[in-house]
Structures are given as structure tokens and as C-alpha cells.
T-cell receptor
């Protein structure tokens, strides 16, 4: 069990650029979640995959956001035309089966200049 | 919708003091309840959980009891250490609608705990 891995740890970009984050879940975990955490707040749910199927998306996930999980393994979260308000910590979590605890990665901190 | 309210911080204690961090929730169905801890520069770590009413979760000297009648899940520790300094998050899992379960987590805003020697 190597834990949930996220890459990069920190991304700095100019407003209007596209960014992509990667999450590698714990091996054999079929559920994968993305959350966003802003300063002084708890994480907020963005989207959820069971295997390769994206089963739910939050209203927080605007059309500029897209997430994929090809082959049900790693996942990517892309933000197009980044805005200042996108600055946050993006957290990935995975879990094994029904109602099992979610294990979180260390997150990707996005800073928009 | 679901929500979690936890006591505002920051909380500052001396080593060996008693800790309580209050957490109440609003949810449909029968959620599971969690406490996560976030140490500086690190990701969230599961501290303890409880899956049904009257369950007590415990780990590393921390305890919390699932109280359905008061919709609460307060975190307690009898004697805190400097190494317990971190941000603590109360959370519940969403059972979902129509019998489907996505178990997404709804978090409180977090409580910063600082323990001084």
C-alpha cells in the first residue's frame, strides 16, 4: 500500500492557461474522488468515479473542468482557461468498496497569477 | 442537503490538557461519521470513524461517539501532546438518493489545534 499519489504537488500558472493534475489511487481501489479545498475551509466534493465511470459531478464543476479515469486506474483533472477563483488545493481520494474510508493524497496546490 | 458544523478555532491548549472539539451534523438517511486530521504540509489522514448510532470510534487516544439523538460526533482526548497540533475536520458520508451510494464526504470547516509545551 503506497498510498494515494498526486502530481504535481504545486502548480503555478497564469490566468487563462490550461492545467492538468494526475491522481494515482491505491491499487485495487475502485472508487476515486476529487475534492477542492480553499484556505480556511474544509474540502468540497467535485466529482466521483466508480472504476472508469464518472457517476456524479458537483455544481462546483463548471464546464471548464473535466475529469477522466481511463481504464479505471489513474485519474486526471483538467481545468481550461484558469481563473483567479480556481486557486485552491485539489485533493484526490480513493476507497475500496462500499462505505469504506477514503484515503487522501497530499493534494496539488494550484496558484493562479 | 447535508452539512457539518464544527466549533470555530483556533484552539490553543497546554500539553496534557483535555481536548473537546464539537461537531454537529445535518443529514438524510444514516451517514457514517469521520474525523480527519491534517498536519502542516500534509494531506488528510483518517483519525477515526463510526458507522452507526452509539458507535464509538477511537484511535491514538482520541475518541468520538455517534449520537443520533443530538446529531453530534464530538472529538475528545484526555491528554493532548505537542505532536497533536494540526487541523481537525469532522465529516459525514453521503448515502445518496434512490438507494444508490456514492459515499462522498461533506466536511466541516476545520478546527486548528495548537498544543504548547
Amino acid at each position: 500500500d503506497t498510498g494515494v499519489s498526486q502530481d504535481p504537488r504545486h502548480k503555478i500558472t497564469k490566468r487563462g492557461q490550461n492545467v492538468t493534475f494526475r491522481c494515482d489511487p491505491i491499487s485495487e481501489h475502485n472508487r476515486l474522488y476529487w475534492y477542492r479545498q480553499t484556505l480556511g475551509q474544509g474540502p468540497e466534493f467535485l466529482t466521483y468515479f466508480q472504476n472508469e465511470a464518472q457517476l456524479e459531478k458537483s455544481r462546483l464543476l463548471s464546464d471548464r473542468f473535466s475529469a477522466e479515469r481511463p481504464k479505471g486506474s489513474f485519474s486526471t483533472l483538467e481545468i481550461q482557461r484558469t481563473e483567479q477563483g480556481d486557486s485552491a488545493m485539489y485533493l484526490c481520494a480513493s476507497s475500496l468498496g462500499l462505505n469504506q474510508p477514503q484515503h487522501f493524497g497530499d493534494g496539488t496546490r494550484l496558484s493562479i497569477l | 442537503g447535508n452539512s457539518v458544523t464544527q466549533m470555530e478555532g483556533p484552539v490553543t491548549l497546554s500539553e496534557e490538557a483535555f481536548l473537546t472539539i464539537n461537531c454537529t451534523y445535518t443529514a438524510t438517511g444514516y451517514p457514517s461519521l469521520f474525523w480527519y486530521v491534517q498536519y502542516p504540509g500534509e494531506g488528510l489522514q483518517l483519525l477515526l470513524k463510526a458507522t452507526k448510532a452509539d458507535d464509538k470510534g477511537s484511535n491514538k487516544g482520541f475518541e468520538a461517539t455517534y449520537r443520533k439523538e443530538t446529531t453530534s460526533f464530538h472529538l475528545e482526548k484526555g491528554s493532548v501532546q505537542v505532536s497533536d497540533s494540526a487541523v481537525y475536520f469532522c465529516a459525514l458520508s453521503d448515502v445518496g438518493n434512490g438507494g444508490g451510494s456514492n459515499y462522498k464526504l461533506t466536511f466541516g470547516k476545520g478546527t486548528l489545534l495548537t498544543v504548547n509545551p
